[in-house]
């Protein structure tokens, strides 16, 4: 994925601009499949670990899903950590 001016056309392949606008801007939900990680860049784990360090949404305001399923914050991982370590400051264990 590019920065710039390409992020857009990158984001809805294999749509193009175009048909993305005019089917879909506005109007629709849009589920695009593709290769394991293809938005990654877009919040890598660690920028998301820094917003929880500094913001607090209620644990009603923040579920995070991984492969299709809600990440349960008892489990544990590099993801799953940043869940417990935001629910342990508010106190919601």
Same mark, same amino acid.
């Given at each position: 994925?590019?920065?710039?001016?390409?992020?857009?056309?990158?984001?809805?392949?294999?749509?193009?601009?175009?048909?993305?606008?005019?089917?879909?801007?506005?109007?629709?939900? /849009?589920? !695009?499949?593709?290769?394991?990680?293809?938005?990654? &860049?877009?919040?890598?784990?660690? *920028?998301? $670990?820094? %917003?929880?360090?500094?913001?607090?949404?209620?644990?009603?305001? /923040?579920? !995070?899903?991984?492969?299709?399923?809600?990440?349960? &914050?008892?489990?544990?991982?590099? *993801?799953? $950590?940043? %869940?417990?370590?935001?629910?342990?400051?508010?106190?919601?264990?």
């Amino acid at each position: 994925m590019v920065d710039g001016p390409g992020i857009l056309e990158d984001l809805i392949a294999p749509l193009g601009r175009d048909r993305f606008v005019s089917d879909y801007w506005t109007k629709s939900h /849009l589920h !695009l499949h593709g290769q394991k990680g293809r938005f990654s &860049p877009l919040l890598p784990w660690d *920028e998301l $670990n820094d %917003i929880l360090e500094w913001h607090r949404p209620s644990p009603q305001q /923040l579920r !995070l899903y991984q492969d299709g399923r809600q990440i349960d &914050p008892g489990e544990r991982g590099r *993801e799953q $950590n940043a %869940i417990a370590r935001y629910q342990k400051k508010r106190g919601c264990e």
